[in-house]
């Protein structure tokens, strides 16, 4: 979870991601970023996010995020 | 002889009244509604006087705002479209800066219209408005082809926005001369991108006019989503898009294009952006039966003054060139000393033409600096702009961008002045000095700056004033700034340290 807050802070500081719950639907994370975030999380933790698991709920939470990542972790 | 852009309309509604024009996907209004609600609004704001006043409007990209923004050209007046979404001190500065006679909103957006001091209207009590078909003749009667039908704000470098503002000759010019280039007709199904407070979807709303075509506006949010994004083009049909190039990276990037073909696209206009080349080859790869264009131009006339359509193999290091003008514009490069520049090297982009638009509103010295006489004719009156932007022609007889002469940039397709972002930021408490920078290859803005502010209290402070995308993505506090040998600072220096860490 340390990592992914490292990678979201390096797109945008100055964001409480370990609280914030609506990344997505607040526009906090624009369509630049998620691209950034996909490769910066498929480098960091040796995963490939697949486009069908890019969707809003996966996103909205750093939460949520690294529950993907987990998911996709334990495939 | 079409001198109003509302004759495309009029013709169209009387051909085709049942078929759909606008549709966010959800809803959608037809030809004759679009005729007839537009008529309606245009009446209602007659009998207001509204002939030659702005008229704002607060709404999503809907098709309703497309129906207001007719309403209001059959007014006699000209629209004003205002991102909802914008910080409410710039909101008010647009506001100040066009002394609106009305702000057209909607009942999600009424709060924020009414925090903005003007008398505000709601759409769905105006758009049943009975017609008053005799003032609306009237209008048209002393309606001349030279009268502003829209004004469109961009970033300015003092940190004032700028507002455009265009005329129904340059619109109609621009959209004659895209159609031909491009070749749209009525089985052009488009799927728009663009944010409606842009000059940008002209592209859509112009030819759908025209033809009788049908506009998608896809709601903003899919963009993050490429599958659904993909989904939805294909859901309805969309043959031809013209979207910013982050647009069209962000689905060829994530492996979209393979696993979710859009494919039913035949026409792929880009621009506003350098295509990396990689995922270009990408496009062209998934799509090779579609034809792709690559635009260029600048607001200040009017949308897209160039085009290339993608018809040979490029070279290896060989940019993506923008092309060639549009029927009826020009486009000469001057070099520092005022002449032209010999074919093949580097000069700055001026652009001639019925494209180039009214000026700035309410700013006679912004628009002086740019809108400026063509410095190769000292013989009569001839306005031209001078576009900032630096090019030469390739061996083609092609354009080719080569960058900017100053700090604008372009960032998720956004024309952003770094000058607007250190204006706001240097305002905030804490804060001495500031700079800002855009490693291109970053595509991140870095505010360097001198103060004791946290990067927090920098992002908190910025977000009340300028608009999400001049954010900066990376803030990096210096004891001092690095200065230049007379004392300015060292942007070089300071732009080469961001690229490289």
Known sequence: MEKLIEILENLHEGIDYETCETLIDDGILDSLDIVTLITDINDAFDVAIPPEEILPENFNSAKAIFALIEKLDNI | ?501
């Not at chain 2, 607007?420 to 505010?447: D, F, H, M, N, W």
Request: aromatic share 10%.
């Open chain 2, 1 to 501: 002889m079409r001198t109003n852009i509302l004759q495309y309309l009029e013709e169209t509604a009387a051909r085709v009244p049942e078929k759909v024009s606008f549709s966010d996907g959800k809803d959608s209004v037809t030809f004759a509604e679009l005729y007839r609600g537009a008529r309606s609004i245009g009446s209602f704001l007659a009998e207001k006087n509204c002939r030659r006043r702005a008229v704002a409007v607060l709404m999503d990209k809907h098709p309703h705002a497309i129906v207001t923004f007719m309403g209001i050209i059959y007014s006699g007046a000209y629209y004003v479209a205002l991102d909802a979404q914008m910080p409410s001190l710039r909101m008010q500065m647009i506001i100040d800066t066009i002394d609106p006679a009305f702000i057209i909103t909607d009942e999600k957006h009424r709060k924020t219209a009414d925090a903005l001091g003007r008398e505000v209207l709601i759409y769905s009590d105006i758009v049943n408005h009975t017609e008053n078909a005799p003032l609306l003749d009237k209008i048209r009667t002393h309606q001349i082809d030279t009268d502003p039908i829209y004004v469109v704000f961009t970033s300015g470098s003092t940190g004032v926005p700028k507002g455009v503002a265009a005329c129904h000759r340059s619109v109609i010019d621009y959209t004659e001369s895209l159609c031909e280039a491009i070749g749209f007709d009525e089985n052009t199904v488009f799927g728009n991108q663009t944010p409606l407070y842009f000059d940008a979807p002209l592209k859509e709303i112009m030819p759908t006019l025209k033809f009788g075509a049908t506009a998608y506006l896809i709601p903003k949010q899919l963009f993050m989503f490429p599958v659904k994004l993909c989904e939805y083009l294909n859901e309805h049909g969309v043959n031809t898009i013209c979207w910013v190039v982050s647009a069209l990276t962000m689905i060829s990037s994530l492996g979209v294009l393979e696993k979710t073909p859009p494919k039913h696209l035949t026409t792929v206009c880009f621009g506003s952006e350098v295509f990396p080349k990689k995922q270009y080859e990408l496009w062209r790869n998934a799509l090779p039966e579609a034809r792709f264009f690559n635009l260029y131009g600048p607001t200040e006339a009017t949308g897209m003054s160039c085009y290339w359509p993608a018809t040979r193999t490029l070279g290896e290091n060989e940019p993506i060139p923008v092309g060639k003008p549009f029927r009826n514009t020009d486009i000469f490069l001057i070099t520092d000393d005022g002449k032209e520049a010999p074919d093949g090297e580097v000069g700055e982009i001026y652009i001639r033409g019925t494209c180039v638009t009214l000026g700035y509103i309410s700013n006679p010295e912004k628009t002086a600096e740019a809108f400026v006489q063509n410095p190769l004719n000292d013989k009569y009156p001839e306005l031209v702009y001078r576009t900032g932007d630096l090019g030469r022609f390739n061996s083609y007889g092609e354009l080719e961008f080569v960058s900017r002469k100053d700090s604008q940039i372009k960032h998720m397709g956004h024309r952003i002045e770094l000058g607007e972002i250190e204006a706001a930021a240097s305002t905030c408490e804490g804060v001495r000095q500031v700079c800002a920078v855009y490693p291109a290859e970053k595509k991140k803005i870095v505010l360097y700056y001198v103060g004791e502010a946290t990067s927090a209290e920098l992002t908190a402070y910025l977000l009340k004033l300028v608009p999400r995308y001049m954010i900066p993505g990376e803030y990096r506090n210096l004891e001092t700034m690095p200065l230049t040998a007379n004392c300015k600072i060292n942007r070089k220096f300071l732009l080469d340290e961001a690229s490289q860490s």
